[in-house]
């Protein structure tokens, strides 16, 4: 069974930078997506971004060029680098994982059947 540990939530000020931290375990395979997505309450979980096993990434719109995601070099453990942030980045932030075939991975949350506990960023302003 998949087990995915977020950390490195925080408050931060708008311009701010935050470093999310997903330890994934119990992988079957390294043919997978890892990846982040964000829900503030009322509204439906949006994709933030996610890389598959060989590097290959997509993002959301919100996250286009100030956030970056990475990856160990076991493929394990994902990272989510948040810079510039702003009072509408503040949500719950999910680390989410499944098993792919291939290249890209998708940003739709029902693909990913395997999700963390959470990790929430607030932004002030």
């Known amino acids: 069974q998949v087990h995915l540990v977020e950390s490195g939530g925080g408050s931060v000020q708008a311009g701010g930078s935050l470093r999310l931290s997903c330890a994934g375990s119990g992988y079957r395979s390294s043919r997978k997506c890892m990846g982040w997505f964000r829900q503030v309450p009322g509204k439906e979980r949006e994709g933030v971004a996610v890389i598959y096993r060989e590097g290959y990434t997509t993002y959301g719109d919100s996250a286009e060029g100030r956030f970056t995601i990475s990856q160990d070099n076991a493929k394990t453990t994902v990272y989510l680098q948040m810079n510039d942030l702003k009072p509408e980045d503040t949500a719950m932030y999910y680390c989410?994982?499944?098993?792919?075939?291939?290249?890209?991975?998708?940003?739709?949350?029902?693909?990913?059947?395997?999700w963390g506990r959470g990790t929430q960023v607030t932004v002030s302003s």
């Open positions: 989410a994982a499944d098993y792919f075939s291939g290249s890209p991975c998708p940003l739709a949350r029902n693909a990913y059947n395997y």
